[in-house]
């Protein structure tokens, strides 16, 4: 005797093979942008930009020739006078001069604009290209040492548990009892069930 999965259950196995092999891609996808160094990703740790950033929040930023940025876009750069921290705000004025873009910038819940003007160098900039709510904090791990390793190995499992799930082909013993025997009683048989055709 064997037990044929049903259609409903095999689609179903199917569906979860497939949603899990989709986030792995994803999964590969960001972290190859992020450690390739074409986006960044940055918690938002102050209110200055809301409700466009609000806190807690992560800023997703997009590697940018220098010369596409304008006026109105919300930039990430180094705070002038203070290297080591980096602020998020909207570009107000925009100037060149030569190979340097001269910016002013402000928050958006700020009442005036900030108290600097920065020069933005080199050929690229990050501009904000998306924001995802109530991750901010957790995505501080993204940048630390041990994240490109972390993040490669579990994307890695994710892809590994999909190709896995997909190939296995899904027996499910059942042990069977005559009761036509006496024997039957103390006797069990294992038969295995009709394999399900593995997820291609």
């Known amino acids: 005797m064997s037990s044929t999965p049903t259609p409903g259950r095999r689609w179903c196995r199917l569906s979860a093979n497939a949603a899990l092999l989709v986030l ?41 020739p220098m010369s596409q940025v304008r006026a109105g876009d919300v930039i990430v750069f180094h705070r002038p006078g203070a290297p080591d921290q980096l602020v998020v705000h909207r570009i107000t004025t925009l100037s ?34 998306a924001d995802v709510p109530w991750v901010g904090y957790a995505a501080v791990w993204a ?8 993040t490669l190995l579990v994307g890695g499992l994710l892809a590994l548990a999909a190709a896995v799930t997909a190939a296995w082909p899904g027996r499910t013993p059942r042990r069977l009892r005559s009761p036509a025997s006496p024997a039957a009683d103390t006797t069990e048989v294992t038969m295995p069930s009709a394999a399900a055709a593995p997820a291609r």
Do not use: E, I
């Open 24 to 64: 792995a891609l994803a999964f590969v996808t960001a972290a190859a942008g992020v450690l390739t160094g074409r986006y960044q990703v940055r918690p938002v740790l102050s209110s200055s930009m809301t409700p466009k950033l609000p806190v807690g929040s992560v800023v997703v930023t997009q590697r940018v």
């Open 96 to 129: 060149r001069t030569g190979g340097t873009v001269v910016v002013r910038t402000k928050g958006d819940a700020n009442p005036a604009a900030d108290p600097w003007t920065a020069s933005l160098r080199g050929g690229t900039a990050y501009r904000a290209v």
């Open 143 to 150: 940048h630390s040492p041990g994240a490109r390793r972390g």
